[in-house]
């Protein structure tokens, strides 16, 4: 099974500055997606940004971008200009392209990293 | 407007009762999962749906049960032999497999 390893368990920032939310995985398949999800203490999972495996380029939204690192199995977080309302848990999530035959469509997910933004 | 409900928020139930967690969904989406997610840890599928009166146990499926009969609904039924309930559950749903799941604001269930 895939698992998905987030060391840092807390992180702080300061507002308007820039941190980076590490993230690796493990897996056999060549084809993947990745995915870092948004928790606040309202608790509803928000995704804040997605990346295909086959795709080189890093996906970015907004302040948030990733460093897709393939051979190295790492998707890491960068979140710029910080900002109070980042404050949350962010996990990081894997899923595999096996749905496409077994149907199952779940996603393996890290145990998370809280961000605290220091105003 | 569109999106996932999930009622209540808090549930309270004394052990060895069954206890039913609702899940309704608006996006008109196939798809439906259950979650659960305890302190530290990521979240774990219970059960997912891709079509009505259709379901599929996920990774800790013991102790639950649901049912899919309408397309908008999808509830999640915690069972006694569930032997650690008290948990924060998650609904979701997606166009389909492929697709992004979008989240309910959850349900914390805590058993006594």
């Known amino acids: 099974a895939q698992t998905v390893t987030q060391s840092q368990p807390e992180m702080s920032v300061q507002e308007a500055e820039t941190v980076t939310l590490s993230c690796t995985y493990d897996t056999s398949e060549s084809d993947y997606y990745l995915f870092w999800y948004k928790q606040p203490p309202s608790r509803q999972m928000i995704l804040v940004i997605r990346q295909e495996a086959y795709k080189q380029q890093n996906a970015t939204e907004n302040r948030f971008s990733v460093n897709f690192q393939k051979a190295a199995k790492s998707f890491s977080l960068k979140i710029s200009d910080s900002q109070l309302g980042d404050a949350a848990m962010y996990f990081c999530a894997y899923r595999s392209p096996r749905f496409i035959q077994t149907g199952a469509n779940n996603l393996f997910f890290g145990t998370g990293t809280r961000l605290t933004v220091i105003p | 407007d569109g999106g996932i409900t999930q009622s209540p928020k808090y549930l309270f139930r004394k052990e060895g009762q069954n206890v039913t967690l609702s899940c309704e969904q608006n996006?008109?989406?196939?798809?439906m999962y259950w979650y659960r997610q305890d302190p530290g840890q990521g979240l774990r599928l219970i059960y997912y749906s891709q079509i009505v009166n259709d379901f599929q146990k996920g990774d800790i499926a013991e102790g639950y049960s649901v049912s899919r009969e309408k397309k908008e609904s999808f509830p999640l039924t915690v069972t006694s032999a569930q032997k650690n309930p008290t948990a924060f559950y998650l609904c979701?749903?997606?166009?389909?497999?492929?697709?992004?799941?979008?989240f309910g604001p959850g349900t914390r269930l805590t058993v006594t």
């Open positions: 996006l008109n989406h196939d798809a």
């Open positions: 979701a749903s997606s166009m389909g497999p492929g697709h992004e799941q979008y």
